[in-house]
């Protein structure tokens, strides 16, 4: 049997990744619910031709770039928030480590 592959720590910015996480959500929701609401409310604005597609499939597209979008602005502030408010975190190991050797 072998040990786990990787040490894991303290997560000190999982709060602010939770509402950064819900407010994505949030936004991404209202946008969905959008596209909903028109296929009901106005079917005719949906077929309105804009080159070779109409707006349905532009709008469904615009969704997913959307999401994409989200999920690499979501993991670039995570990950940001993460080398700064683990920091000290990884400065303490560091110093644990040093005083281990000297001794």
């Given at each position: ?87 000290e975190q990884e400065d303490d190991m560091k110093t644990e ?6 001794a």
């Amino acid at each position: 049997m072998h040990g786990p592959s990787s040490e894991w720590k303290k997560d000190n910015a999982i709060s602010l990744k939770v509402i950064i996480g819900k407010w994505f959500f949030i936004l991404y929701a209202i946008v969905y619910a959008g596209f909903i609401l028109i296929n009901v409310a106005s079917p005719k604005f949906m077929s309105i031709d804009i080159g070779s597609l109409n707006m349905a499939i532009i709008y469904g597209f615009g969704l997913i770039l959307f999401a994409i979008l989200l999920a690499f602005a979501y993991n670039h502030i995570s990950t940001h928030a993460e080398s700064v408010m683990n920091q000290e975190q990884e400065d303490d190991m560091k110093t644990e480590r040093k005083d281990g050797d000297e001794a």
